[in-house]
């Protein structure tokens, strides 16, 4: 009979899962640490914008800052469930230029597009996160599905918010 300070049989906790697990904390720490960078990019992207057009997206902005925060304590939670260490913030690189301020402050579109890139980005991700969960991590898996319906959601509203801005542009 197993005892109780011996490490689960079956799953992911498993000592013959060790592979399978190293593989999804390096994925877990990428999804960590894009959520992070996306906190920081819609932060400026939320204050930046100057125009009244400007107004809803910054506000939409704002709202996703704290689900895109939680997303990261979700990831980060995860990988210590998995005997991961959560990484400092000297492993950080940072890789969404789409996210930059743009050259006028009134170019919201600029915005608008960068918010897609990224969450197209996150959806990638998160796809192939899920991916390597398959059949082994139920529990990242669940977790990371309904993430990844976030991201689906911001994406698509962001379409909606470049949709009404084309439709409006001079011809
Ligand atoms: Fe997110
Ligand atoms: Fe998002």
Known sequence: MATTSSTPSQGILSADREEERTEIIALLEQAYFMELETVMSYLCNSINPDGVRAQEIKESLEEDIEEELSHARQFGARIKELYGVVPGSLKFEASQSDLQPPEHQTDVVHVIRGVIVAETGAIE??????????????????????????EEGHRRMFEGFLREYEAERPS
């Open 125 to 150: 991700h998160y796809n192939k996160l899920i991916e390597a969960c398959a059949d082994v991590d139920p529990v990242t898996e669940d977790m990371v599905i309904t993430i990844l319906r976030d």
